[in-house]
């Protein structure tokens, strides 16, 4: 199941150019972006352009590259040489990258064809796309609930047919939330596999590049491509294998970790859907193993505070002086970069700097920063030591079902809560993917997540791959009419 | 909970200024939050090891190649008033 490759053989075999299907899917934006949100910024002159030169390739006989044609999304904190970057934030409104971000370049490479740039919240900082400039991004499901964050703009240009993929990034569950609520695959690679540069910071150490597709398949294709060593980002390490080709190995006799504190609380149609896709996998021969992770509370604080901690220092570097706002009257310099920063911040981001400074500041450093790197080592290692007795772990992707508009808004601890499921993959390091696995009685898709040990995103795509075969991908959003 | 003066030697540091108007909400959410942080004191210290980085990296040096750098006039596109190739600031020092 694979709308990248259905899509490339009817390219190859000259039924569709690769203009007309770009310009379907430009149709599609026209139509239901206004309602939607999904893009803040369609670069159709651009995805034109590109699609002409593989129009070009094909009637020259030349074979096509693993996403070339492919129409897709960027997501707005993804630099793009020329074309406008601004993370859904006034601070970078008119910013023109002056390079490309190495996943744009390698997509580039490809001959991808970029449709726009896609809706997230500001700086990447929530889980609804409420705190975008741009506003809120409706859920194609339902138009009343949302459609998710950080990556939400993605994840409503695949499920809403405005792309074939999107290229998101995850630092706390920004990739697989956004998927589970709108019924979609979505990966966070093991961190160092994708490169980050380019990828405008958030939180450094848990920031990592992924795709969302409408099926486990793409996902494989485009990780396979993205995932390799880069010299311009310090922590790359590349991946050691490849997964598209290990998608048809067996999982009979694999062992799948089922921590109890994941299910603690979650929504009832949730967990009726996931006790539905553990039958599944049992059927299939896989075993199942109950494990204890006592640790695990401790990861939202440790989570809050080396994100914020670490989002105060990246955003440091707006100050109005090279690139960005820049306020209008000051009188000195201070004054000028605190009003910059004042007007161009939004309120959630301002608040978050705050912490960051807070935690990393002298007198509170050792019991808040320094404590939270402690114990992030010592959830490190408690997951190695699950890893000894299972291959990957299965946990709800979030514990509920998409939010309606603005309920996120209300309580904030509340909303941080809701992560409890995506954060420890990035605390870890680990590899994860959100899986459709059912719906809730509102027929809103629910996610399942499979985490697995580092470098092992094969393991996980693998068991996803799996599932999606053995319930005949009933829970995939429906595929377009091309 | 955060006190009106801390809250304001925080957003020095951070270089941000805190409205008149706003400082009572944003007391009241960031107690809420650093209360909520606060859980990680009660938890205790299994092990001496801080968290350093994900991968073991020890270093990531590059090779010692001139590659080639960006264009000065292209990094100044995104700042209006820049002069003579330099971004242009309000003078810091008094003199």
């Known amino acids: 199941m694979s709308k990248l490759r259905d899509l490339q053989r009817l390219l190859e075999t000259k039924e569709i150019s690769c203009v007309e299907l770009t310009e379907k899917y430009l149709d599609n934006i026209e139509r239901q972006n206004k309602t939607i949100n999904a893009y803040v910024r369609v670069t159709a002159e651009e995805a034109l352009e590109t699609a002409k030169k593989v129009d070009e390739r094909i009637a020259a006989g030349e074979k096509l590259m693993p996403l070339e044609g492919i129409p897709m999304s960027l997501k707005d904190n993804i630099s793009t040489k020329g074309i406008e970057t601004t993370c859904c934030s006034k601070m970078l409104q008119g910013y023109y990258p002056i390079y490309d971000a190495t996943v744009w370049q390698t997509l580039k490479k490809q ?73 979609l695959v979505g990966l966070k690679p093991t961190y160092g596999t994708v490169s980050r540069y380019g990828l405008i910071a958030y939180a450094s150490s848990l920031d990592q590049i992924g795709p969302i597709t409408g099926s486990v398949e793409d996902a494989a294709i485009i990780y396979d491509c993205l995932s390799a060593y880069d010299p311009k980002d310090s922590t790359s390490v590349g991946s050691k294998t490849t997964t598209h080709d290990k ?73 109005g002086i090279r690139y960005g706002h820049k306020t209008d009257t000051y009188k000195d310099i201070d004054e000028m970069i605190r009003k910059t920063r004042n007007e161009g911040f939004g309120k959630e981001v301002q608040r978050r700097i705050l912490l960051g400074t807070y935690a990393l500041s002298s007198g509170q450093y050792d019991a808040y920063y320094k404590k939270a790197q402690n114990l992030r080592y010592s959830i490190i290692r408690d997951f190695k030591k699950i890893f000894e007795s299972c291959d990957i772990i299965l946990t709800p992707s979030v514990p509920v079902t998409a939010y309606k508009k603005g309920e996120a808004l209300i309580d904030p601890i509340e909303i941080y809560m809701m992560d409890i499921c995506t954060i420890p993959a990035n605390i870890a390091g680990l590899p994860a993917v959100s899986v459709p696995c059912g719906f809730d009685k509102n027929k809103l898709p629910v996610g399942m997540q499979l985490i697995g040990n580092n470098f092992e995103d094969y393991k996980v795509l693998n068991a996803a791959y799996q599932f999606e075969k053995l319930t005949k991908g009933s829970y995939l959003s429906p595929e377009v009419e091309i | 909970m955060i006190t009106r003066e801390e ?82 600031v309000r003078k810091s020092l008094r003199g």
């Open chain 1, 111 to 183: 001959n991808a064809v970029l449709l726009g740039k896609t809706n997230m919240d500001e700086f990447a900082m929530g889980s609804s796309c409420e705190t975008s400039i741009y506003g809120v991004t409706l859920n194609p499901n339902n138009t009343d609930h949302v459609a998710g964050g950080s990556s939400g703009g993605a994840a409503a240009s695949v499920a809403g047919n405005m792309a074939v993929f999107g290229i998101g990034s995850d630092t706390g569950g920004s990739i697989r939330q956004p998927a589970s609520f709108c019924g």
């Open chain 2, 7 to 88: 809250v304001l030697h925080i957003a020095k540091i951070a270089k941000l200024y805190v409205k008149d108007e706003e400082m009572d909400q944003l007391i009241q959410d960031m107690s809420k939050i650093i209360d909520y942080a606060d859980a990680i004191k009660a938890v205790s210290r299994d092990s001496d090891v801080d968290f350093d980085n994900i991968n073991n990296i020890a270093n990531a040096f590059n090779e010692d190649l001139v590659l080639p750098s960006y264009q000065r006039d292209e990094i100044l596109k995104n700042r209006e008033g820049g002069e003579n190739g330099y971004f242009l």
């Open chain 1, 247 to 319: 998608l048809k190995d067996s999982i009979k006799g694999m062992k799948i970790g089922i921590i109890d504190e994941f299910f603690d609380g979650i929504n009832k149609d949730v967990k009726t859907s996931l006790e539905e896709a553990i039958r599944v996998y049992e059927d299939a021969g896989v075993q199942m193993v109950h494990l204890k992770m006592p640790g695990l509370n401790a990861v939202l604080p440790v989570y809050f505070i080396i994100a914020c901690a670490e989002a105060s220092s990246n955003l440091g570097r707006y100050d």
